[in-house]
């Protein structure tokens, strides 16, 4: 009994000490309470550099968190307890949220760096006026592949994917709307169908794909591609941008059947506790020169004019990540289905997954 | 002790159990009584025996099963080694050793290991087999499900080959029994507790295993584990997350019954 009882002491007292150490390190650095600013956003999705500028610039701490899929996201901010500042969502993702009352307006007179986004991005349907969104970043899904491993074939369409040169070769991301969503396109369907027919179609038609599918992975992809891998895969424009940085013998291709045009706008959560923080960053984040360096560092495409004009010739005339007004026209945002029909998309993602060889 | 201050004592020991135990299983499920949309239903249940689930289920089996039967032919004789070596301990810890290291940190090693230009396969095209295409494969999934689990069957093994007392072999010898016979009507038997401890501790976790199945096996492995953290985190769809969760709560729940001591019938026998 005496030694269960010291064993007890001992271990609060270890406990305590640890904790006592926590706020001691936490406060020598700075972070107390009201003066840090917590950002949840997208895995690998900003310039370290620019966090550590805009604490020296504010003041405040940065606390940065980071996701994988715009539903782990939601989910967390939706259960609360959390404290999450700014945060990066996808369109569909915004309607979604708005929709449960999860963010809060923004006002417009505290951004002045609002007036170099480019009209292009301001006001889409998802956010109409853009009330509680703000433009970060944009871009496509494509296929990224290695001309060097096909004999020089030049990937062009949705459909090259079924050809049975790529047995084996290709990888794909984990994500049911995109891996549906193209086969959809590959059939001339809009990606956002939902026509029991037209998903049924498309789920057979990518059941057939089977034997060329290497495997359907996450963030892994970037490097299993850059290491060849394998010889295609079907992700992120920006991830693409980033796996040609390292290995230059990629190439992108947006397919010409049409696919996803996707934004990810800064929103301020109603969890959030210090919303002046979270101003002052996103206005920080939209001035060009910032913008500028995060979309070199981050390779997606920026919806900042003035901060296009200062990238250089070869990113900015880019047409692969730049494509021009009308080509974009032929692109199609995700529209919020719903949870039901999500759900639908889900069940068929996961039929798919279980096509064995 | 009085019987008063007795139960005094077991006041923390049930709150633990009501709170972490009792109460998750309760809020599974319930929510497993409720379909996307909130509406009370029991359609969650029916979707359950639909056939994507049924394969699912199957193939969880299956990969448990392989994953548990892998572990136990290695951690076996490994036990029985380790119990024969001069610095037993040390042996076990070096075998411990790994399970220390985080289990995704672990995966992403084996990516650079197996992969096309990985070390295996440099090896492989040196002695002249060629490439391999080993990543994504059930090969390359069983192989690091086993690596992963193998401390858990190993311990328990071990444990029971350590209490065993060593003079029973000599006597079986001595009574002119063989080795073979020797092991497996004196040794096995009375290791057969341990054996049974450590298929408890790899089958359950093996059932439900997630991570890997996209990091080693490209989801070409789906699990049952797969599809709940699919339903909770993407499709947001909890109510057939806490179905397939119930279900496999009732599966491992048979599968300890029916693994447990039955010494009253190895008495009898």
New interface residues.
């Given amino acids: 009994m005496k030694q269960l009882v010291r064993m007890f002491v001992a271990v609060f007292v270890v406990a305590f000490a640890l904790m006592y150490g926590v706020h001691l390190l936490n406060s020598s650095e700075g972070y107390a309470g009201s003066n840090t600013l917590t950002i949840y956003n997208w895995g690998d999705y900003i310039d370290p550099d620019l966090i550590t500028e805009f604490e020296k610039e504010s003041g405040l701490k940065v606390i940065y968190q980071t996701f994988d899929s715009n539903e782990a996201m939601m989910t967390k901010i939706e259960q609360g307890g959390t404290t999450f500042d700014v945060s990066v969502p996808s369109e569909y993702a915004i309607s979604k949220m708005k929709e449960e009352n999860l963010l809060l307006p923004i006002d417009h007179s505290k951004l002045p760096n609002l007036a170099h986004i480019d009209e292009r991005f301001l006001n889409l349907s998802f956010d109409p006026d853009n009330e509680y969104s703000i433009p970060y970043f944009w871009g496509t899904v494509g296929i990224v592949y290695n001309p060097s491993m096909l004999d020089g074939w030049q990937i062009k369409s949705w459909n090259d994917l079924w050809d049975p040169r790529l047995r084996n070769q290709i990888l794909l991301v984990d994500g049911a709307r995109e891996v549906i969503g193209f086969g959809l396109n590959s059939l001339h369907y809009s990606l956002n169908d939902t026509e029991e027919a037209h998903l049924q179609e498309a789920k057979n038609k990518l059941s057939t794909l089977t034997p060329n599918v290497k495997a359907i992975v996450g963030d892994e992809i970037k490097m299993l591609l850059a290491n060849e891998e394998a010889a295609v895969g079907v992700v992120w424009s920006g991830d693409a941008s980033e796996i040609m940085g390292e290995n230059e013998n990629l190439d992108y291709v947006v397919p010409e059947e049409g696919s996803n045009l996707w934004f990810d706008n800064m929103v301020i959560p109603k969890t959030a506790r210090n919303i002046e923080g979270a101003y002052k960053f996103m206005n920080f984040m939209l001035d060009p020169e910032h913008a500028a360096q995060n979309a070199e560092y981050v390779g997606y495409s920026t919806p900042n004019k003035d901060a296009l004009a200062l990238l250089p010739e070869d990113i900015s005339g880019d047409e692969r990540f730049y494509p021009a007004p009308e080509l974009t026209e032929k692109l199609e945002v995700y529209r919020n289905l719903g949870k039901r029909m999500l759900a639908h998309y889900n069940e068929l993602f996961l039929e798919f997954k279980m096509h064995r060889k | 002790m009085s019987v008063k201050s007795r139960n005094l004592y077991l006041i923390p020991y049930a709150a633990w159990i009501v709170l972490f135990v009792v109460a998750p299983i309760a809020l599974i499920v319930y929510y497993s009584l409720f379909d ?2 909130g509406n009370f239903t029991f359609s969650n249940y029916s979707d359950f025996f639909t056939p ?1 689930y049924m ?2 289920t199957l193939s969880s089996f299956w990969y448990a099963f392989l994953i548990t039967a892998f572990s136990l032919l290695i951690a076996y004789p490994a036990a029985y080694l380790l119990t024969r070596t001069k610095h037993k301990q040390l042996w076990l810890l070096l075998i411990i050793l790994p399970s220390w290291i985080n289990l995704l940190l672990k995966a ?1 090693a084996f ?1 650079g290991l197996f ?3 990985g070390i295996v396969n440099a090896a492989l095209d040196t002695l002249g087999i060629g490439r391999q ?1 080993i ?2 494969t059930d090969f390359s999934f069983v192989f690091v499900s086993v690596y992963i689990f193998i401390p858990f069957m190993i311990l328990p093994v071990f444990n029971a080959l350590e209490k065993m007392n060593p003079s029973l072999i000599d006597a079986s010898r001595d009574l002119g029994a063989s080795a073979w016979t020797t092991f497996q009507r004196v040794v096995f038997p009375l290791t057969v507790n341990g054996v049974k401890a450590g298929c408890q501790a790899v089958f359950i976790p093996a059932l439900s295993l997630f991570m890997i199945t ?2 080693i ?4 492995v ?1 699990t049952l584990g797969t ?1 709940i953290e ?8 909890w109510g ?1 997350g806490a179905t397939i969760a119930v279900f496999l709560v009732v599966i491992m729940a048979l599968i300890m019954v029916l693994t447990g001591n039955r010494r009253k019938r190895e008495v009898s026998r």
């Fill in positions: 996307i949309e994507v394969r699912m992403y990516l992969g096309t230009y295409q990543l994504f996209r990091l096996a490209g989801n070409r789906i599809a699919q339903h909770f985190l993407v499709t947001q769809d057939m």
